[in-house]
């Protein structure tokens, strides 16, 4: 069952929103070649747990971290770890906040110093895939239409889109219904209504679609060893259209005087 919020709920899943946003810009900043995700993962830590709430990946499912650190062919669920990154390397991190008892999750992928422009274009589509994406979350369209939207972008630009994780309903549960798969057909599925808040989340890779887990449990990469993008924006169902709640402007950045760490 799809949980619908009221204004209040909105209210509070916008401050949570914002935080999860907030924290993945601040990430941002931080990647370059020689950090490490380990370094990534405890500031993401302090800063959630200094605005008052919960990294909310850390012990769901017994998932060890606060963050997911994604590199290369890792596709999802990566563990932070000691090793530095790379210039080169694509690192997909996403960031779980959960503020008064509401979860914002969100999720981008960074180039390390200079990429190759083959990663380049990789990340530039899978985050096309999430604006178009975010584009049908509106009253009157259909779940069908999310997955369509991504699935649709991908293919024609030459990529594959990951089957066996999706996107999902958001609220105080981090996933709650309905099921969001970057793949299927438009017009079908849940048909989309003001209070609903999804987790969008296309994960975008270069050669096919198929993924295996690692022995850790968790770390999800491709078959083929090729680079993988992930986004994610956690986006309200309004009225009038979609409402990002994660979105994080740079004028909001400086104001927040987040800035890189010495
Ligand atoms: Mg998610």
Redesign the pocket.
């Known amino acids: 069952m799809i949980i619908g919020k009221s204004k209040k709920e909105l209210e509070k899943m916008r401050a949570s929103g914002r935080l999860a946003g907030l924290v993945r810009e601040h990430l941002r900043l931080m990647v370059q070649p020689g950090v490490t995700t380990l370094e990534l993962d405890t500031a993401a830590e302090k800063m959630i747990r200094e605005a008052g709430a919960v990294p909310s990946f850390k012990g769901y499912h017994g998932f060890p971290f606060s963050i997911c650190a994604s590199i290369n062919e890792e596709v999802v669920h990566g563990f932070p770890s000691n090793k530095a990154l790379r210039e080169g390397d694509i690192l997909s991190i996403d960031v779980g906040a959960t503020l008064n008892g509401y979860v914002g999750?969100t999720a981008t992928t960074i180039p390390v110093g200079r990429i190759s422009e083959d990663r380049r274009r990789l990340i530039r589509v899978a985050e096309e895939c999430l604006e178009r994406a975010i584009e049908q979350c509106r009253p009157g369209r259909r779940v069908g239409d999310i997955s369509w939207a991504v699935q649709q972008h991908a293919e024609a630009e030459g990529y594959s889109v990951v089957r066996e994780f999706v996107?999902?309903g958001i609220g105080r549960r981090?996933h709650e219904d309905p099921q969001i798969p970057n793949y299927g057909a438009p017009g079908t599925k849940d048909k989309i209504k003001p209070g609903y808040v999804f987790?969008i989340?296309p994960m975008i890779n270069m050669g096919n679609h198929h993924t295996k887990t690692l022995p850790d449990g968790w770390t999800v990469v491709t078959v083929d060893g090729k680079p993988s993008a992930h986004v994610?924006h956690t986006v309200a169902v309004g009225e009038d259209g979609p409402l990002v709640l994660t979105l994080v402007s740079d004028s909001v950045l400086r104001e927040e005087q987040i800035g890189v760490e010495a």
């Open positions: 999750d996107g999902h981090m987790a989340e994610e």
